[in-house]
């Protein structure tokens, strides 16, 4: 009887697990805190989230959900970390999954052994080792955890007197009162950040190297993800371009008219920067705009237009590195957040190795974690193969070749999908 490992039970680890149970294949996940949810669980001791106080979510409810258990409809249409980590915990009692995973259970190693994987845990209390042999390993354990600095960092950066932090670590924002702060980066953490910020700080700065579209959440009274299932996201890509940016432009105006640079780039050719809030405090003169830092020097931020400014503290909302430290060193090329995953799921030269929420969408992660998770379920039982190898490189260099074309240059669009076109993609998978 097959057996599989589940690294991880945050969003994608537990759609992983609902899949695997209802399909009747036999797994262990292994969940370094003490609960589900990983990122969406505040405070949570596994040491690894980054969510803060009053972060909500940037896409609805109807389109995170998983398609196995909606969410309840008494949420607002864009809930808070704590009604997200209830719906977690919702989902794992539902199925009856709480069993079947091994929490504060750090995983430590995973080699290839023969056919099969050797996993080796240890439990974080007891520090007791265990080791185990699967046929298959399914990695769920996120992206969002190691944080990224900026490469090459802000000249002078090591000498500045004030404080330095990135996104990764901020929580709340009295720490920062009456304070001079610097937000580097325009994308959701920066503007959320910057906000919160703003409503305490003396004064609050907002750097980027590029301009960015901000989106609201609601477009004309509907969520503006909602796009996604509409007319217009089955339109080709230059239609779906100059309708959305007609659209945004008629309810939001002209960026350059907040004090923001007008994005280089079309507003589909980046991960979306989301908010309802920034454009106002912008319009109050509550965050001042610049340019990239050039250097630092003691307590003075200089930035590229030539201007300085006096800091007390800069925050980098800089993005994150991928990291596996559990997988044998060979296992995955993660040079430039760009693994080499067929369908960005299968390692095409590791049978049985599977990672499971990999992706950064238009859209959510849940629902495409778990049909990622029954497409693999399907190869697990038989039901489909994958195939050889050359085609499964020509896969990746094809999926690489068109991201490049389309987003803007960064490790933030290597794993890029658009949700409903990458849902289409498994499907196919899953017909043969």
């Not at 703003?198 to 909602?226: E, N």
């Not at 067929?342 to 959510?364: K, M, N, S, T």
Request: aromatic residues 8%; proline residues 6%; neutral net charge.
């Amino acid at each position: 009887m097959q057996k599989v490992c589940v690294i991880g039970a945050g969003s994608s680890g537990i759609a992983a697990c609902q899949v695997l149970a209802e399909r009747g294949i036999a797994y262990d996940c292994f969940e370094l805190g003490s609960d589900v949810g990983g990122n969406w669980r505040y405070l949570n001791d596994n040491g690894q989230s980054s969510a803060y106080r009053s972060l909500h979510i940037n896409t609805s409810r109807q389109i995170m959900q998983y398609a196995s258990f909606p969410m309840s409809d008494a949420y607002p249409v864009y809930p808070g970390h704590a009604q997200i980590a209830r719906y977690f915990d919702a989902f794992v009692e539902h199925f009856g999954l709480r069993p079947s995973i091994r929490f504060r259970t750090e995983v430590t190693g995973v080699v290839q052994d023969g056919d099969g994987w050797a996993v080796t845990s240890r439990h974080r209390d007891t520090h007791e080792e265990e080791r185990g042999v699967y046929d298959a390993v399914l990695v769920a354990n996120g992206h969002h955890w190691k944080p990224r600095w900026p490469r090459p960092g802000i000249p002078g950066a090591s000498d500045f007197v004030g404080t330095q932090l990135h996104s990764h670590d901020y929580r709340t924002p009295e720490p920062f009162a009456d304070r001079r702060v610097l937000v580097v980066g325009i994308g959701n953490s920066a503007c959320d950040i910057a906000v919160e910020t703003s409503r305490v700080s003396r004064r609050t700065y907002l750097a980027m190297r590029r301009g960015a579209h901000i989106l609201p959440k609601h477009l004309f009274g509907i969520p503006t993800d909602h796009l996604t299932h509409s007319w217009l996201a089955r339109a080709p890509l230059a239609v779906q371009e100059r309708g959305l940016q007609l659209l945004l432009r008629l309810s939001r105006g002209r960026l350059a008219d907040y004090g923001l640079p007008a994005p280089a780039h079309r507003v589909l050719a980046a991960h979306p920067t989301i908010s309802d809030d920034l454009l106002s405090r912008l319009a109050h003169g509550d965050i001042t705009v610049k340019p990239a830092p050039s250097k630092a020097d003691a307590g003075l931020v200089f930035f590229e237009d030539g201007s300085v400014e006096e800091i007390d503290t800069i925050i980098y909302c800089t993005g994150y590195d991928m990291s596996f430290p559990f997988l044998a060193d060979g296992l995955l090329d993660l040079q430039d957040n760009n693994p080499a995953l067929y369908r960005r799921v299968a390692a095409p030269d590791r049978p049985g190795l599977y990672f499971i929420g990999l992706v950064q969408p238009l859209g959510a992660i849940m629902p495409l974690a778990e049909a990622q998770s029954h497409w693999v379920a399907d190869l697990l039982q038989g039901h489909r193969t994958l195939p050889d190898r050359e085609r499964m490189r020509a896969e990746i260099h094809t999926y690489r070749t068109r991201t490049a074309r389309r987003y803007v240059a960064s490790t933030r669009h290597t794993i890029q999908v658009d949700a409903q076109a990458y849902l289409r993609e498994l499907r196919r998978e899953r017909r043969g």
